[in-house]
């Protein structure tokens, strides 16, 4: 079935230090690719989203690229700061089902701590 | 632009109880989908609705039902509480034809 794969965490970096956080999925079709984050104690925002291969979504300094070859969507950011410090999740609009609105899949998140 | 409202923030229930949640979507949005969050976890697709109708479901038991009005608002409605019912429950709105989801803060639901 589809799915989701993320990077285990929690990730901890130093301010202004780079990060990656990988994701890696599995679908039949075309799935449009999304990041979201989750602050403590709030709900899920859009953080940035591919539609199809190839194409980069950014936002707020992060990016991530749709890579079809090798099925991955991983996050990005050049210099992290004390306010990045959340969950980020991976998901994906499953193909599955059909017309649009698809329903999400989720990875199972990945808790980034930013220290000062 | 008032985005996607739930309500309550939180509830405690007890075993064997019933509850509602309500959602008010994104300002234009007419398709509503509800998401379980445990603790530490992905969230969990229950189901969508549009047009008032249920439109998909995810694996779910009948437990769970809900319902959308004329308005685009939503409810989701659980009986028979379990204690494994508890978790953040999430509200996302769309619009037809699009695939990107916009999420509500949640309500937190504890079933002691």
């Known amino acids: 079935g589809n799915s989701v794969t993320q990077m285990e965490g929690p990730v901890t970096l130093s301010e202004e230090a780079f990060l990656t956080i990988n994701c890696t999925y599995t679908?039949?079709?075309?799935?449009?690719l999304f990041w979201y984050v989750q602050y403590p104690g709030e709900g899920l925002q859009l953080l940035l989203k591919?539609?199809?291969a190839d194409d980069k979504g950014s936002n707020k300094g992060f990016e991530a690229t749709y890579r079809k070859e090798t099925t991955s969507f991983h996050l990005e950011k050049g210099s992290v700061q004390v306010s990045d410090s959340a969950v980020y999740f991976c998901?994906?609009?499953?193909?599955?089902?059909?017309?649009?609105?698809?329903?999400?899949?989720w990875g199972l998140g990945t808790s980034l701590a930013v220290n000062p | 632009d008032a985005g996607v409202t739930q309500s309550p923030t939180h509830l405690i229930k007890t075993r064997g109880q019933q509850v509602t949640l309500r959602c008010s979507p994104k300002?234009?949005?007419?398709?509503v989908s509800w998401y379980q969050q445990a603790l530490g976890q992905g969230p969990q697709f229950i189901f969508q609705?549009?047009?008032?109708?249920?439109?998909q479901r995810g694996n779910f038991p009948d437990r769970f039902s809900g319902h959308q009005f004329p308005n685009y608002s939503s409810e989701l409605n659980v009986n028979a509480l379990l204690l494994g019912d508890s978790a953040l429950y999430l509200c996302?709105?769309?619009?037809?034809?699009?695939?990107?989801?916009?999420f509500g803060p949640g309500t937190r639901l504890t079933v002691l």
């Open positions: 996302a709105s769309s619009l037809e034809g699009r695939d990107t989801q916009y």
């Open positions: 300002s234009g949005h007419d398709t």
């Open positions: 609705y549009y047009e008032e109708e249920e439109r």
């Open positions: 679908a039949t079709g075309y799935p449009s």
């Open positions: 591919a539609t199809k």
């Open positions: 998901a994906l609009s499953d193909p599955l089902n059909a017309g649009n609105n698809r329903k999400l899949i």
